[in-house]
């Protein structure tokens, strides 16, 4: 959508084909719906903390029902919205799904449109491993219509999707597991944040299962499932939820008869100007595997348009690149980890702090704020800032400001912070830590 209003911004000739509904991923089945059940998760925790601050409220009920219509409701205005604003910016909708043909022509409902340039913006769809019983469980595409809360669930998965879900079936009264099988949650995340988040997630309640994966996936006579770990642990539950990766969306697209180069994951291999082994055909987004994110999606589309369009050649930035896990609590990043900081510059200091936020005091609540800056000690450039705490993203989206314009530990130092918040601690730790 964005690479198809830019380009007709620019004056090209533009259209676009969609056999569903506007918004991909992330308006659909992704993003949008996830962050709404997010926030619907934590009242339960915001209910209990009102207490400390003498609200007296009844015993709180939830309807899942109420949540999946009104979610429901607010999708299909942002489908109607995006598609308004493509007609309006004069893009062209073709409704159907489209195959390429060759460099210039593509078919659509056995029509075939020919274009000077073609862009395969398909993204993703997740996957389910190839186990006995796979078919017994779901995705997270699924989780987002189911008709009933089960009362006990297992998550799969260590990475965003995994951690998010778990939280709001948590959040919502569901007896949820997280198994992942791996020793760390979040990897390519800082390793620190990986061990805390477990520890924040375990504390409220929420089992996490290291070092299996599920091999076997049965029915029992009673209904529920059965799930055989690799470790040779057992589980009963009432649903399983995949989130163990996502592949690109380029399978029956006619990209290979075209010559399009794809790479074993099936994602269209691209240069830095988001052009494929064929110079016509372009790719961007999650099709191409490389930064999964929306803002990142819509990002190379913007390059993209510039670089055809306006006669500016803009390549994919992939550098600091800020971004959120809306798991309970909170987890925000931007730049190096600590680990890849060590890779890339040696030398690092790093600044921490802990602590036990202020709307908590009143309350019995003991969930800890973690706060990490990543310093490179020769240029004492800040190339790192990791949070897990309420409103990470938030937090978070400021200071990856600083850190893209390559902001000093002493830039920090300088910069009065705004009392009493969480996100004065970015400017105010002056002990490195050991």
Same mark, same amino acid.
């Given at each position: 959508?964005?690479?198809?209003?830019?380009?007709?911004?620019?004056?090209?000739?533009?259209?676009?084909?969609?056999?569903?509904?506007?918004?991909?991923?992330?308006?659909?089945?992704?993003? @949008?719906?996830k962050k709404l059940f997010s926030y619907a998760a934590h009242f339960r925790?915001?209910?209990e903390i009102a207490k400390g601050f003498g609200w007296t409220v009844g015993e709180p009920v939830f309807d899942w029902k109420t949540l999946l219509a009104n979610k429901?409701?607010?999708?299909?205005?942002?489908?109607?919205?995006?598609?308004?604003?493509?007609?309006?910016?004069?893009?062209?909708?073709?409704?159907?799904?489209?195959?390429?043909?060759?460099?210039?022509?593509?078919? @659509?409902?056995?029509?075939?449109?020919?274009?000077r340039h073609i862009l395969v913006?398909?993204?993703?769809?997740?996957?389910?491993?190839?186990?006995?019983?796979?078919?017994?469980?779901?995705?997270?595409?699924?989780?987002?219509?189911?008709?009933?809360?089960?009362?006990?669930?297992?998550?799969?998965?260590?990475?965003?999707?995994?951690?998010?879900?778990?939280?709001?079936?948590?959040?919502?009264?569901?007896?949820?597991t997280l198994s992942y099988r791996g020793k760390r949650l979040l990897r390519g995340f800082d390793a620190e944040i990986g061990d805390r988040i477990a520890e924040e997630m375990k504390a409220k309640g929420l089992a996490i299962h290291f070092g299996g994966e599920p091999a076997a996936i049965a029915r029992r006579?009673?209904?529920?499932?059965?799930?055989a770990y690799s470790d040779g642990s057992r589980q009963e539950t009432d649903l399983v939820l995949f989130a163990t990766g996502r592949r690109p969306n380029t399978a029956g697209l006619g990209l290979e008869t075209a010559?399009?180069?794809?790479?074993?994951?099936?994602?269209?291999?691209?240069?830095?100007?988001?052009?494929?082994s064929v110079e016509s055909i372009h790719a961007i987004g999650d099709v191409t595997?490389?930064?999964?994110?929306?803002?990142?999606?819509?990002?190379?589309?913007?390059?993209?348009?510039?670089?055809?369009?306006?006669?500016?050649?803009?390549?994919?930035?992939?550098?600091?690149?800020?971004?959120?896990?809306?798991?309970?609590?909170?987890?925000?990043?931007?730049g190096l980890s600590e680990e890849k900081a060590r890779e890339r510059y040696g030398a690092i200091d790093l600044y921490k702090s802990s602590f036990r936020a202020l709307k908590l005091t009143l309350t019995d609540k003991h969930e800890r704020t973690f706060l990490k800056l990543v310093v490179d000690r020769a240029s004492q450039r800040v190339v790192g800032a990791h949070m897990i705490g309420p409103d990470a993203g938030e937090v978070i989206q400021g @200071?990856?400001?600083?850190?893209?314009?390559?902001?000093?530990?002493?830039?920090?130092?300088?910069?009065?912070?705004?009392?009493?918040?969480?996100?004065?601690?970015?400017?105010?730790?002056?002990?490195?830590?050991?």
């Open positions: 959508m964005r690479a198809s209003r830019f380009a007709a911004a620019y004056g090209a000739s533009a259209a676009i084909a969609e056999s569903g509904r506007f918004g991909g991923t992330c308006v659909n089945v992704g993003c @949008i719906p925790e915001d209910f429901d409701r607010e999708i299909l205005r942002l489908n109607g919205v995006y598609e308004r604003v493509l007609a309006l910016a004069g893009v062209e909708i073709l409704r159907g799904r489209a195959t390429v043909l060759g460099p210039h022509e593509v078919s @659509i409902n056995g029509k075939t449109v020919k274009a913006a398909t993204g993703s769809w997740p996957v389910i491993p190839a186990i006995p019983g796979r078919e017994l469980a779901i995705t997270s595409n699924e989780a987002f219509h189911l008709e009933a809360l089960p009362r006990r669930a297992l998550v799969v998965g260590g990475g965003y999707i995994a951690l998010e879900f778990a939280s709001i079936l948590h959040g919502l009264g569901v007896k949820t006579a009673d209904g529920a499932l059965e799930v010559g399009v180069q794809l790479g074993p994951d099936g994602a269209v291999v691209v240069d830095r100007l988001s052009t494929s595997n490389r930064l999964n994110l929306t803002p990142v999606a819509t990002a190379e589309a913007m390059w993209l348009a510039r670089t055809l369009f306006r006669g500016e050649p803009t390549p994919a930035d992939h550098e600091n690149v800020p971004t959120a896990v809306f798991a309970n609590p909170n987890i925000a990043t931007v @200071i990856a400001i600083a850190v893209k314009l390559g902001a000093t530990k002493a830039q920090f130092d300088a910069t009065i912070g705004i009392h009493p918040t969480a996100a004065e601690e970015f400017v105010t730790m002056r002990e490195k830590a050991l």
